[in-house]
């Protein structure tokens, strides 16, 4: 392998469904820890920072995998997944 040259991950759809819930969880863990912040009047830069990483994370993830991060499930796809035009 050259050292200029980084290997080219690949997940199986198992691996990426696994990635999926565990970001699902803790996006939803650090936007918890983001409200509870502001409740309580407490500065809250660094769990916002984690927030959004979290979701960021998420959302390439579930992109990897074509799904749609805004479905209510998995089991919806994003348009380029569709064989049709409509």
């Not at 997940?11 to 918890?32: G, H, K, Y």
């Not at 990897?64 to 089991?75: E, F, I, V, W």
Request: net charge negative; proline share 6%; with cysteine.
């Amino acid at each position: 392998m050259d050292r200029n040259t980084l290997p080219t991950p690949e997940f199986t759809p198992q691996e990426l469904s696994w990635l999926q819930d565990v970001l699902d969880d803790l996006r939803a863990i650090t936007f918890n820890q983001v409200i509870e912040a502001k409740h309580r009047n407490k500065p809250c830069e660094a769990e916002e920072a984690d927030y959004k990483m979290a979701r960021a994370l998420r959302d390439k993830v579930y992109h990897m995998n074509g799904r749609d991060t805004l479905a209510p499930g998995k089991h919806q796809v994003r348009w380029w997944d569709q064989r049709h035009d409509y």
